[in-house]
């Protein structure tokens, strides 16, 4: 198989995830965006693995799992204290900053 | 190799159409599920790969707690779960061109810099065995996994204290 056909399609996913991540307002989508993203990356490290018959981007695509899984936890609790302090889970309303 | 390819394909085009739904979709919990297709999608693609321990820690962790905490955080957040709630925001347009320029960038940088590289996987004895994996992580990566053990007690800790009432 080519190689170039999983760095594709992970590059395809990253942009999906990144449109994602900029044209949602709601806080749990916008993190749907962003494990789009990491996993496009995940596939790129497993995909190189492949190519290079070393076992180390197994290992970081799990590192990767790992902290994608403590990244969602802390994010969503984020936007849990931001739904109770606000009544609204649309990241546009956290605007407290604005001059 | 053409079995191999064929599946690839059928499941990028599954994978893309299922991501184009996740930040399209109109209801918060249909884009879950889209997410949960997209998953399911990349742990194939890691079978395709012959990385079969990194499949079903895809499928354990994200497809089986990931996901779960999305859903838990939907409906703790009471998200709007019709279509008369605009779940974009109004800057559509320049956030769709910013994800079609990167993408082509990236697309334009992979393909010239990797084209005619193969993957021979047909050559191998059968999937990366799994006590290689182990042997990986606690001899050439033992202080990184302690450094990710650290994290996530870091992360469950610091989750509990941002979500708890006082």
């Excluded at chain 2, 347009?93 to 084209?115: C, E, K, T």
């Excluded at chain 2, 450094?147 to 204290?161: E, N, P, T």
């Amino acid at each position: 198989m080519p190689l170039t056909q999983f760095l594709v399609l992970a590059a395809v996913l990253f942009a999906v995830g990144v449109y994602g991540v900029l044209a949602r307002r709601n806080g749990v989508l916008v993190l749907m965006g962003v494990e789009l993203m990491l996993n496009a990356v995940t596939l790129n490290l497993v995909a190189f693995s492949a190519q290079l018959d070393a076992v180390a981007g197994q290992v970081f695509a799990l590192f990767v799992i790992t902290i994608a899984a403590a990244e969602v936890g802390v994010g969503l609790a984020i936007v849990l204290l931001l739904y109770r302090n606000l009544r609204t889970p649309d990241l546009d309303a956290v605007d407290q900053l604005k001059g | 190799m053409v079995a191999q390819n064929v599946a690839f394909w059928v499941l990028a085009v599954v994978m893309v159409a299922a991501a184009i739904g996740v930040v399209r979709s109109r209801n918060v919990v249909h884009a879950a599920l889209y997410l949960v297709v997209v998953l399911a999608g990349v742990a194939a693609q890691f079978i395709l790969l012959a990385a079969e321990f990194v499949a079903w820690v895809q499928v354990l962790i994200y497809i089986g707690a990931v996901v779960i905490l999305f859903l838990f955080g939907i409906m703790l957040t009471r998200a709007p779960m019709g279509s008369d709630t605009p779940l974009d925001n109004d800057q559509r347009l320049p956030a769709a061109l910013a994800a079609l320029a990167l993408g082509v960038l990236l697309v334009a940088a992979v393909v010239d810099a990797f084209r005619g590289v193969e993957i021979d996987i047909a050559g191998r004895s059968g999937p990366t065995p799994t006590s290689e994996i182990a042997r990986s992580i606690f001899r050439t990566f033992v202080v990184p996994f302690e450094l990710v053990s650290v994290l996530l007690l870091a992360a469950l800790i610091g989750a509990i204290v941002l979500a708890r009432r006082d």
